[in-house]
């Protein structure tokens, strides 16, 4: 690898994830304002520019290069098709390219990333407690309030940010806990890190973190029953700190997210209106089985699940997202059985994200989810140091 690739790509990281997130922070605690009219859009359109061109400069193309490279083709064939034959709105439009770009991007970027350099994973444990103390600092009525006036493209994110937030904390937490760091670090971090995000309050996440705790560690344990004795012991840490947290005034119960879900279940304000837009989804569907119909709903009222992909391309664009899980599954399986012949080291940051992707992509993400076009950049990364 070229030391170009390699400060490169890793700033790039750094810029997207991380800072994003201090962003978004700082631009809610009124420090900064709006960035050009939108920090995100901005970084991801230059950074396409400078991973496509050391993606192109290295092409090699794998079985998953092959089928992402069709669904994305096929993705934005369809959505300049729609455009350009029906009343596509500004926001609807800006919705489904930037989807496509930022896939693109998450999946170049980590087909590249030098995530086991020591100084990078230096700058992530950096990044990670500035981002728990953020968050710890910022919550009301035990749920985070980091209210910003963002606006991309047409559209306002306002609160929703936390999904976002959630997923930079979460990437840079993963890598952290693949990384060479002592044991006892991986554990203190883990527990801080899912006090953190149940504060955070994005719920799926939250939920969906203990696959990344889980696989990035059994799968390298002499001991997994010891393992899973770890795992069990940082859960019960973990609650016991969140309930004492409680007792604090700043930390109280509220209209915390996650006590919503867990005390209400399936009642739970989020879960009611997404059966809602299921059902209005699966109609959509039916109307426009073969390709589709992306402009059939409204901003946001997207099913949120794998379903996604065949309301907005057709089924011809299901079945290839479909077969690139499938096959980004085959691979993370044959990677990892071929590790263990050879006594190698496992590919555990690509399969503990392709799991976790995987899990919340049948329950609660779009197809547009960005973690698992990660996950898919860092099986090619891979599956080209094992097999070339």
């Not at 044959?334 to 329950?363: E, I």
Request: hydrophobic share 50%; with cysteine; charged share 10%.
């Amino acid at each position: 690898m070229s030391v170009f690739k390699l400060n490169i790509t890793n700033i790039i990281f750094v810029l997207l994830i991380p800072a994003y997130f201090f962003y978004i922070a700082l631009n809610s605690f009124g420090v900064i304002g709006n960035f050009l009219g939108g920090y995100l859009p901005i970084m991801m359109s230059c950074s396409f520019v400078f991973l496509a061109f050391i993606y192109l400069r290295n092409f090699k193309t794998n079985i998953i290069d092959t089928v992402f490279i069709v669904f994305v083709l096929y993705s934005a064939v369809l959505v300049f098709f729609t455009a350009a034959t029906s009343i596509m709105s500004q926001e609807e439009l800006y919705f489904h390219i930037s989807t496509i770009l930022y896939s693109c991007v998450y999946f170049m970027l980590f087909k590249e990333i030098d995530y086991k350099s020591k100084i990078f994973n230096s700058m992530i444990l950096i990044s990670i407690l500035a981002m728990i103390i953020i968050v710890l600092s910022s919550i009301v009525n035990g749920t985070l309030s980091l209210s910003t006036n963002l606006k991309y493209g047409a559209s306002e994110e306002g609160l929703t940010n936390y999904q976002s937030l959630a997923v930079s904390f979460i990437l840079c937490a993963a890598i952290y806990l693949n990384s060479d760091a002592k044991m006892i670090y991986k554990i203190c971090i883990s527990i801080i890190c899912i006090v953190t995000l149940h504060f955070i309050g994005a719920r799926s996440e939250f939920f969906a973190f203990i696959i990344i705790l889980f696989s990035t560690g059994y799968l390298d344990s002499d001991s997994k029953i010891k393992y899973l004795l770890i795992l069990l012991i940082m859960s019960i840490i973990s609650i016991l700190t969140i309930l004492l947290l409680f007792q604090v005034e700043q930390f109280d119960l509220g209209h915390n997210r996650i006590v919503d879900l867990i005390m209400n279940g399936s009642q739970a304000t989020s879960n009611l209106s997404r059966d809602v837009i299921l059902d209005e989804g699966i109609e959509i569907i039916q109307q426009s089985i073969w390709f589709g119909d992306m402009n059939g709903y409204s901003e946001g009222r997207y099913i949120h699940n794998i379903l996604s992909a065949w309301q907005d391309y057709g089924i011809i664009g299901f079945l290839i997202f479909l077969f690139l899980i499938g096959i980004s599954l085959k691979l993370a399986v044959s990677l990892v059985l071929n590790s263990q012949k050879q006594n190698a080291q496992k590919p555990n940051l690509a399969l503990s994200l392709l799991l976790y992707s995987v899990f919340l992509l049948l329950f609660s993400k779009t197809y547009g989810y960005l973690p698992f076009y990660a996950s898919l950049g860092l099986l090619t990364r891979e599956y080209k140091e094992d097999y070339n």
